[in-house]
């Protein structure tokens, strides 16, 4: 993933087919107007903006499949749960896909509701019961928040081209690349873990 001024530009490994041995899913956000611009750009054109973005070090990008473009907006929902419903993974929350955190937060989302559930199976009580849902909005929705308002703000962090800020941001990822106890606090979390 690079980080740009417009915005990251991340390359996703896919498996293999026979006819595309080294498939890459790629994640590309910028600003509307220019993006609007790549995606209407011929075959060459783009393979060209991509190479630019990628590097030389993978070799020479073909486009083989089709493109989506589409607005990035954070949402979230203001409640989880209604009478007998519980919302978990995107449906309770988008965020910006710059730290990779969407699946890890729904992962978590459902690993707080299915042990409350369990819990409440064992017991007999009612899987649906309106305590049982509260705490479910307890437990998981103020840490989805922080985490929400995390990649907004490396997003704005990393979107900006102000010479304070990226002296700041460079001073940061200096020290926390000095720090391996840092570090590797930093990639559990990343990892959800
Ligand atoms: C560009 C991009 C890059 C990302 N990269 C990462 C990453 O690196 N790491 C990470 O952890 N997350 C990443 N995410 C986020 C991750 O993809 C999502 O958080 C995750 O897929 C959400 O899973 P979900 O099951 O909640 O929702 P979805 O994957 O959206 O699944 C919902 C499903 O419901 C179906 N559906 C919708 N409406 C109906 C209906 N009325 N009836 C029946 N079915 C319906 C949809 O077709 C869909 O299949 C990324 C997201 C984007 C957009």
Not at 103 to 128: H, M, P, Q, W
């Amino acid at each position: 993933e690079h980080f740009l001024p417009q915005g990251p530009f991340a390359r996703l490994p896919l498996p293999p087919t026979a006819e595309h041995p080294y498939r890459s899913a790629i994640v590309w956000a910028e600003a509307t107007r220019r993006a609007e611009r790549f995606y209407a750009l011929d075959e060459a054109a783009f393979a060209n903006a991509i190479m630019q973005r990628l590097g030389d070090d993978v070799g020479r990008a073909v486009p083989v499949g089709r493109r989506w473009i589409y607005p990035l907006s954070a949402q979230y929902a203001q409640r989880y749960t209604a009478p007998r419903l519980a919302l978990a993974g995107d449906s309770a929350h988008g965020l910006h896909p710059i730290a990779g955190q969407g699946l890890n937060v729904g992962f978590k989302d459902i690993i707080a509701l299915s042990a409350l559930l369990e819990t409440r199976f064992a017991s007999g009580g009612d899987l649906g019961g309106a305590d049982l849902l509260a705490r479910y909005q307890r437990q998981v929705r103020p840490h989805n928040m922080a985490i929400m308002a995390a990649c907004d703000g490396l997003e704005r962090l990393f979107g900006n081209d102000n010479p304070l800020l990226r002296f700041g941001r460079d001073l940061g990822l200096g020290v926390m690349s000095r720090l391996p106890g840092l570090r590797r606090t930093f990639v559990k979390k990343a990892m959800g873990l």
